[in-house]
């Protein structure tokens, strides 16, 4: 048994599929003997799938912020409810519960913690799994501007080995349950780029003799 720490809307008015989708990943959690660790909230996808994990024997446990009580609603079945002090105290009591992560449809509360979450794995500061279920495209125009990132060489290609993208729920569980926990290690050579790498300002020509950043330079490596 493991808890999966879930992701995901606390906002009403969205398309009822994506809380279809988390009632489905809910439920095959309790299913599959885990527990859930979430954000607390009581509707849209975060309640659904708090709901149907509890109804198929998952031991839920919800952490929300103390400013955000009565918004989001803390059902009353919940199994136990954390109320921290910020947000990020709420983050960090989530990931410290969780043994993986799974991203369901959200907004810019769900996307900070994705980043915050993935960024960490990337560098080797954890080794939990992350899914991202996204299975109505509602993360697509994000994963293809991901894709330039690497692309333009913002980000190396080895950050997408660190998360599973599907449109699956059960192919999403599958992952966190066999996924490998290795600690990502960047090879040194590509930790950081020297600074002749980037542009000098105004055009000037930072290779150039007697540049501070030049071969005669003084600058730093």
Do not use: N
Not at 4 to 17: E, K, R
Not at 22 to 37: M, Q
Not at 142 to 156: D, I, P, Y
Not at 190 to 218: K, L, M
Request: hydrophobic share 40%; proline share 7%.
């Amino acid at each position: 048994m493991s808890t999966i720490c879930l992701y995901g809307s606390a906002s009403g008015g969205i398309d009822p599929a994506h809380v279809e989708l988390a009632a489905t990943v809910g439920r095959l959690i309790g299913e599959r003997g885990h527990d859930l660790v979430y954000g607390g909230g009581g509707t849209s996808v975060m309640g659904a799938a708090e709901a149907a994990a509890r109804a198929a024997g998952a031991r839920t446990t919800g952490v929300m912020p103390r400013a955000l009580m009565e918004l989001e609603l803390p059902p009353a079945e919940l199994g136990e409810l954390v109320v921290t002090d910020d947000m990020r105290r709420r983050k960090a009591e989530m990931d410290a519960r969780a043994d993986a992560f799974i991203v369901l449809p959200g907004g810019l509360g769900t996307l900070e913690e994705l980043f915050e979450i993935w960024v960490a794995r990337t560098i080797g500061l954890h080794t939990k799994p992350l899914a991202v279920l996204d299975s109505a495209g509602h993360y697509a125009g994000l994963r293809s501007w991901l894709e330039g990132l690497v692309a333009r060489g913002f980000a190396r290609p080895m950050v997408f080995e660190t998360i599973h993208w599907t449109d699956d729920p059960v192919d999403a569980l599958d992952h966190l349950e066999r996924a490998p926990r290795e600690r990502v290690s960047l090879p040194s050579s590509e930790i950081v780029g020297t600074f002749v790498d980037f542009p000098a300002p105004d055009g000037e020509d930072r290779a150039a003799p007697g540049h501070p950043q030049g071969p005669a330079g003084g600058g730093a490596s």
